[in-house]
């Protein structure tokens, strides 16, 4: 467990940095793609003792540090005036669905070994997050205005007035 949670702390710092410079949709996307690759090798594969252990790092990393680009990928995605509830309401339908996988786990387990169980229940929810991403915008880059819809940085960097974006936001409807 510790391997894993060191992995994860790691894997909050990286997904973090490249949230910024890749964008946060590629980079949850590309953390998705290798928890899919790693929970493989981690649930499937004949392993015990020590490179189970070593696996434990990079599987923390992936799996677990994908979610450091929650944050910013679900404070852009919602309008100013339902931002909290909007995130809110994503996180927790998400934290529910996990929770009816435990119960799927507990199912498939009395057919298949528990760690094939948990690798496949993980690999459906990797394979429904990752088509889902690929349906949502890229947010990086998205201002922030209180009061305001997000909305994308002018081109000439300049600063638009709160009449000019309430206009955008008309526009926009």
């Not at 649930?43 to 490179?51: D, E, T």
Request: proline share 6%; with cysteine.
């Amino acid at each position: 467990m510790f391997v894993v949670t060191g992995g994860s702390f790691f894997g909050f710092l990286a997904s973090a940095y490249l949230a910024d410079h890749l964008g946060r949709r590629r980079t949850f996307q590309l953390f998705l793609l290798c928890s899919w690759l790693i929970t493989i090798a981690y649930m499937f594969l004949p392993l015990s003792g020590w490179p189970l252990v070593i696996l434990g790092a990079p599987f923390g990393f992936f799996t677990i540090g994908n979610y450091a680009t929650l944050g910013p990928f679900f404070t852009e995605l919602f309008p100013s005036a339902i931002r909290a509830s909007g995130q809110s309401f994503a996180y927790n339908f998400g934290k529910a669905a996990g929770a009816a996988a435990v119960s799927t786990i507990g199912i498939l387990a009395q057919y298949i070994t528990l760690a094939e169980a948990i690798g496949l229940v993980a690999l459906l929810g990797y394979s429904i997050a990752f088509v889902a991403t690929l349906m949502l915008p890229e947010t990086r880059g998205i201002q922030l205005t209180p009061g305001y819809e997000p909305h994308a940085p002018r081109p000439d960097g300049g600063v638009s007035s709160p009449s000019a974006e309430a206009a955008i936001v008309r526009a926009r409807r």
